[in-house]
């Protein structure tokens, strides 16, 4: 499923998988390749999902180390998600590459999935070298995230 907002930076792809017989979401933005894993989730939580999709992503931005100000970037600049069927080939493979790595590291050091923090692993996932279509170059998703929202915040102040 792609998840976005009317803000055109905020489109994110994302996926329901099982792990460990858990529902758990790998959500991935398209441009940045940032990683989200929100992990062990019941119906309740689905009902409340854009609640959870902030929590995380506004978490491991600070995981991340991102600067306050980014990160109030960020946080005004939410909006609620809406869904939809469009696929991008390039962020799906991304994500069933996350996927494996999940499922593997967890099996790796025998750890179980609901004993893990969304946010330091969200900001693992983020920090490492990624692929993306129609660049020559690896991006490195947490710095990727942190120079788009510079951009805005110099949008943002340049209008103001």
């Known amino acids: 499923m792609a998840i976005g907002s009317r803000a055109q930076w905020l489109n994110w792809h994302a996926n329901l998988i099982t792990i460990q017989r858990r529902q758990c979401v ?24 854009d609640w959870h999709f902030h929590d995380v992503f506004i ?12 990160i109030d970037v960020a946080t005004t600049s939410y909006q609620p998600l809406t869904f939809d069927t469009t696929c ?14 999940i499922d593997y590291g967890l099996y790796y050091i025998n750890a179980s999935v609901a004993d893990i923090s969304p946010y330091r692993y969200s900001a693992e996932l983020s920090h490492r070298p990624c692929n993306v279509k129609g660049h020559k170059d ?18 943002h102040n340049n209008t103001a």
Do not use: Y
């Not at 790998?26 to 999902?49: E, G, S």
């Not at 991008?88 to 790595?101: D, K, L």
């Open 88 to 101: 991008n080939r390039s962020v799906q493979g991304t994500m069933n590459q996350i996927a494996q790595e």
């Open 59 to 70: 978490n491991t931005l600070l995981k991340s180390e991102v600067p306050p100000e980014l």
């Open 26 to 49: 790998i959500a991935l933005h398209d441009a940045t390749r940032f990683a989200l894993f929100i992990p062990c989730l019941t119906k309740k939580d689905f009902a409340n999902f």
């Open 138 to 155: 690896c991006i490195w998703p947490d710095k990727a995230m942190a120079e788009l929202l510079a951009k805005l915040h110099k949008n």
